[in-house]
């Protein structure tokens, strides 16, 4: 898959591509990256990408034009077939809220093109036209896109094959299917006591079914007294059994929810 990113601040993305265990995923070419520096698109000496909003106001815009050429390299130097161009998303606190579903999504995919909008945000006729996809991170603004780019490679590349050293990792992590949606439990690991604080004695007595079945109480805890929604949700689909239902009430006799 390709991820083609347009952005102002190509510095800021760069250095997360060659750090971390999801650096396989690009060293390898399971997800391939390529940077697009705006500015190279604009015209003039001033290379401008931005100007004032029409109607007043504060801040700058970011000028359809130079989006528009730099959108036309990329298509050419993807070479999509005509029907099957990538999509391209742009990170906007209107946008659909990133989860595990969401990224699963585009993990799944063959790439997109990222837009890291700056300023007070992108002439609405640039988005119209072109714009396909529009995601964010959370109800917060940040001062650009970069940081969502990130994340959304960062979620998307360690859900590829080989990419983390242990295949079953991910399908531990909180909100993924395997867990019915719920948060993954508490971790521990040696020393079996630190600063008076000992491990809990299923995890050192090598009983897999005990451990499993504290692992899953432990999971419904957390979940109910951090997002009682995830758990009603659970509870709707059918994915609660008997011996999750009894954990919850036992937890809600003892004011623990």
Known sequence: ??????????????????????????????????????RDYAEGNYRRVDDRPFGGGPGMVMMAEPLSRCLQAIREDRADPAGSEAP??????????????EV??????????????????????????????????????LSGGEIAAVALLDAVARLQPGVLQ????HIQDSFNPALDGLLDCPHYTRPEQWQGQGVPEVLLGGNHAAIARWR????????????????ERARNQGLLDKADRVTLARLAEAGKL
Not at 166 to 169: G, K, Q, T
Request: with cysteine; hydrophobic share 40%; glycine share 8%.
């Open 1 to 38: 898959m390709r991820f083609d990113i347009i952005t102002l601040f190509p510095e800021l993305i760069q250095p997360y591509l060659e750090a971390g265990v999801t650096r396989r995923a690009y060293a390898s070419g399971q997800v391939q990256v390529r940077l697009w520096q705006l």
């Open 88 to 101: 391209v998303v742009l990170f906007t606190p209107i946008g659909t809220r990133l989860d595990h579903a």
């Open 104 to 141: 699963t999504h585009w993990a799944e995919g063959q790439g997109a093109v990222l837009l890291c909008g700056r300023y007070e945000g992108i002439d609405q006729r640039f988005v119209d036209a072109h714009v396909t996809h529009q995601l964010s991170l959370g109800d917060f603004v």
């Open 166 to 169: 242990d295949e079953a990792s």
């Open 216 to 231: 899953r109480d432990q999971s419904l805890q957390l979940t109910a007294q951090h997002r009682p929604e995830l758990v």
